[in-house]
């Protein structure tokens, strides 16, 4: 009888073994914790990926380079003024391509936000962006601009007491 009990509880013991067993074989046929699985999930964020980076360009796109027109409606600046600011950030204020945002997304990004007083939640569905994503961004465009001030200022010349302009005089 203490034969039987012992086969029973062998028995018992593989089919619990069977169990682990199946249940390790369904997760490796699911996916998880195999070189495919990541391999899968990598590439699924990977292509998430390159479409929220194609929606956000879409945006730049729609508001850029569609029009000169919905460019200074949206920007409050032309193209051309446009690419010349881009490319004195890129150039002078250090500002770079990030991961996920270009130079140009950066400025249309702090252009909209200035010009229109949005908020980074209408800004960050508008361009596929999170809102952090959104505040950072502004952030390093707007520290860009501020390096920019030895070109952009004009540095103020004084006034001589000796000036023959007529407007100065009530300024004595």
């Not at 952030?139 to 860009?144: E, K, L, Q, V």
């Not at 540095?155 to 009530?170: A, F, M, N, Q, V």
């Amino acid at each position: 009888m203490e034969g039987m009990i012992v086969k029973q509880n062998s028995k018992k013991r593989a089919k619990k073994q069977q169990g682990k067993t199946i249940v390790t074989e369904d997760i490796a046929k699911s996916g998880f914790n195999t070189h495919a699985s990541a391999t899968f999930t990598s590439a699924r964020i990977e292509r998430r990926y390159k479409l929220d980076f194609e929606k956000g360009r879409m945006a730049v796109e729609h508001l850029v380079y569609k029009s000169d027109d919905k460019c200074y409606k949206m920007l409050r600046m032309d193209r051309l003024r446009f690419n010349k600011l881009r490319d004195m950030l890129y150039e002078h204020g250090n500002l770079r391509d990030k991961r996920c945002v270009l130079v140009d997304e950066h400025l249309a990004i702090t252009l909209h936000i200035l010009g229109h007083n949005v908020r980074n939640r209408v800004i960050s569905t508008w361009f596929q962006r999170s809102g952090d994503t959104v505040s950072k961004v502004f952030r390093r465009t707007i520290r860009a601009i501020i390096r920019l001030h030895p070109i952009l200022l004009k540095h103020p010349e004084p006034i001589g007491l000796e000036s023959t302009d007529i407007r100065w005089k009530y300024f004595q």
